[in-house]
């Protein structure tokens, strides 16, 4: 009787091993896709993906949304078991994983597909995946800090003129000072550093000189300091208030969040809105600080070439269907798709319209840029609420950035 | 001869499998890369303690200023929070004891659930409630504070989803123990002439002491490695006064760019030898008095 129990128990124990070592198993026909798209945008993924298995390819994709996957890729390529065939990252993720070679180039997945090509993309979404001359990418969208305006509030106060270039500047700003009802505001402060990031941008400044980090400078200073004045003229909403909520209700003009925001917006009922650039300081010029989620290949040893050529394949599909994910309110790569007519019902399109606007989608590709972009982050409420010395905060977010370049730089790669 | 029996590896096998799995080997290993330059990519490289010098005395040193702000704000966490998430619970329990208090049971429950609730989902609830434009605390207290952005506000919405969250744990626990208290003692002393607080001190604290210093250790602890809360509540502002040392732990080895896992490693190794030593004085000092 206990012997049965005994080997019960055994038997149990060991079909759980099997069972679980069943499920790490990879089909060899199945080209494994992981993608950090939560929400929404995993759904859009998922009919991409889909539509394309629907084709019947000889290599079907299974699509994973993988949350907290950077983490989970430093697991896998440090373990080599378990690596996706495909992912899609993040713009500022590039220079980082080609450095410590996790990247494997995307040229031997895509040379039978001759369309997959920088001419068919947009520019600065497909160069942002080339390192040293080597294509390491293929990108799916930019996503971009966009400024929404309320058509209403515009309209009240007689200010739709602010529209008229496209730009609108601090100066037009500033010019309502003291006009607005109680509990209206001109701005809000969503996506702050990305905010800033423009401002450098516009004032021609950069986040790095001759590959060292650039925080503290007269620009980055110049770039506070202007957005400062729209929250010292009592224009920005409330340090602490959800000002996305806030444009949300119909009390703030303008709001400096994403383009993949205008989903949501669209869901409010009675928000009369529209899209336009970040503000600028300057009429001449506008950024729009951006990033794209790329098609990358992770270094993986057991991944065929027929299955590489199966990524090539559905990269292809992709690129030439890839409307769903404008739906995501993202601005697409593939330039079949924002030619189409159909991306003109999209919201984003506006980014789209002219060369202009698509010089103004700004990606950064300094190889530290996630570091800069993190003191920024960190500080710029502080900031630009005065709640901090300025020229002191600058000292200390240079500081934070370099002593994170230097900690990394110890680093040897494998 | 005896005949040997296998029953007991396999009781305790799965645990200590799941213990060398889960447990052991990650802390050994934590502990090593603390003593490394580590990207997560790469192979640790031994560094010997350079990471620990630069934490504990490189005053000019980005990852000094950090850990010991987040130790800071840890601390203020703890001292705040433990107290309340101790005596709090108690007094619910105690309370839930009265002859006169009816549905027992579903009071317990609606206090117990909250501590079941996602961080994420709660947080955004209290967000809401604290907000001054669209929040309770605004239209109907007529607050004219932007919380999350103002001392003390800010540590004020983190102990209250903290407290919010985590009374109904350690109120099963005083609940199940005061239940195992002899009815006698009550009685007894009842009749002696004992008022309820007298009856609360003299018979209820001295019978669940175990529980009290078990709860106080573990709630010590967990108070430590706090999270959750100030991220979402605050994300560690206003000028990182609420900054608590995970996140700094969390931002070093998974947050933007490159890992630094080397440096985070070792601050989560000092973390964990602070609260090894707060744990093993509250033990030492409670089991002492209740001797």
Not at chain 1, 31 to 44: H, K, N, S
Not at chain 2, 180 to 199: N, P, Q
Request: net charge negative; proline share 4%; glycine share 8%.
């Amino acid at each position: 009787m206990k012997k049965n129990w005994i080997v019960s128990l055994l038997t149990v124990f060991i079909v759980s091993i099997m069972l679980s070592a069943c499920s790490n198993g990879e089909d060899k026909n199945t080209i494994t896709f992981w993608t950090p798209l939560t929400g929404d945008d995993g759904a859009y993924m998922d009919q991409i993906v889909k539509s394309y298995n629907e084709t019947n390819p000889e290599f079907k994709v299974k699509h994973v949304v993988t949350a907290d996957m950077y983490t989970k890729i430093s697991t896998v390529l440090n373990s080599g078991k378990g690596i996706p065939d495909l992912a899609i990252i993040h713009a500022d993720r590039v220079p980082g994983y080609v450095k410590q070679g996790a990247l494997e180039p995307i040229e031997t997945a895509i040379s039978g597909q001759p369309e997959i090509k920088e001419e068919n993309y947009l520019p600065q979404a497909w160069s942002t995946g080339n390192i040293g001359g080597t294509q390491y990418t293929v990108p799916l969208d930019i996503h971009a800090n966009t400024m929404y305006y309320n058509k209403d509030l515009l309209k009240k106060y007689s200010v739709e003129s602010f529209l008229d270039d496209n730009v609108v500047t601090i100066d037009e700003m500033l010019s309502l000072q003291g006009k607005l009802d109680e509990g209206q505001y001109v701005v809000n402060d969503a996506l702050l550093g990305w905010v800033i990031l423009a401002q450098v941008q516009d004032l021609g400044g950069d986040i790095q000189e001759n590959g060292k980090p650039a925080v503290d400078t007269p620009v980055m200073k110049q770039a506070f300091e202007n957005v400062k004045k729209i929250a010292d003229a009592g224009l920005m909403t409330p340090f602490g208030e959800d000002g996305y909520l806030m444009f949300q209700s119909g009390n703030v003009l303008f709001s400096t969040d994403g383009t993949w925001t205008s989903t949501a917006h669209a869901a409010v009922e009675g928000l009369n809105f529209g899209v336009t650039n970040i503000y600028s300081p300057t009429p001449d010029k506008f950024t729009n600080r951006a990033s794209s989620h790329l098609f990358a290949m992770l270094g993986n040893e057991k991944r065929t070439n027929e299955k590489e050529a199966g990524i090539g394949a559905f990269l292809e599909y992709v690129r030439e269907n890839s409307m769903e994910w404008a739906k995501a309110g993202q601005i697409v790569a593939s330039k079949q798709v924002i030619e189409n007519p159909e991306f003109q019902n999209y919201m984003q399109s506006f980014f789209t319209a002219n060369q202009q606007e698509i010089d103004s989608l700004y990606i950064y590709t300094y190889e530290y840029y996630p570091y800069v972009a993190e003191a920024v982050d960190t500080y710029c409420a502080d900031i630009v609420r005065g709640n901090v010395d300025l020229d002191e905060t600058l000292k200390t977010m240079q500081k934070f950035v370099e002593d994170k370049i230097a900690e990394s730089s110890k680093t040897t790669t494998n | 001869m005896k005949k040997r029996s296998f029953a007991p590896v396999f009781f305790v096998g799965p645990h200590l499998i799941l213990f060398l799995i889960f447990i052991l080997i990650p802390t050994v290993y934590g502990i090593y890369a603390s003593f490394t330059h580590w990207n997560l990519m790469n192979n640790p490289e031994w560094i010997g303690l350079s990471n620990y010098k630069t934490i504990l005395f490189d005053e000019t040193s980005t990852f000094y200023n950090q850990f010991f702000n987040g130790l800071k704000n840890t601390l203020i966490f703890v001292v705040i929070s433990v107290p309340l998430l101790i005596v709090i619970p108690l007094l619910v329990a105690v309370a839930l004891e009265h002859k006169q208090i009816k549905l027992k049971g579903t009071i317990q429950a609606i206090i117990y659930i909250p501590g079941l609730i996602s961080i994420s989902a709660a947080a955004l609830i209290w967000l809401l409630i604290f907000n001054k434009q669209l929040g309770i605390t605004g239209n109907v207290f007529h607050s004219q504070v932007a919380w999350a952005a103002n001392q003390p506000y800010a540590w004020i919405i983190i102990f209250v989803i903290s407290v919010w969250g985590g009374v109904g744990g350690n109120m099963i626990i005083y609940r199940a123990s005061i239940a195992g208290v002899s009815k006698d003692l009550y009685e007894s002393a009842e009749m002696d002439g004992a008022g309820s607080v007298k009856r609360f001190f003299s018979i209820t604290l001295p019978s669940i002491r175990f529980p009290l210093i078990y709860t106080f250790v573990m709630t010590t602890a967990a108070s430590f490695n706090v999270f959750g809360q100030p991220l979402m509540m605050t994300d560690g502002g206003p000028r990182q006064t609420t900054h608590v040392l995970m996140m700094y732990i969390r931002q070093l080895a998974f947050g933007h760019g490159e890992s630094i896992a080397g440096m985070a490693s070792a601050m989560a190794v000092l973390l964990g030898l602070v609260i090894l030593v707060v744990s093993a004085l509250q033990y030492y000092v409670m089991s002492r008095n209740s001797n």
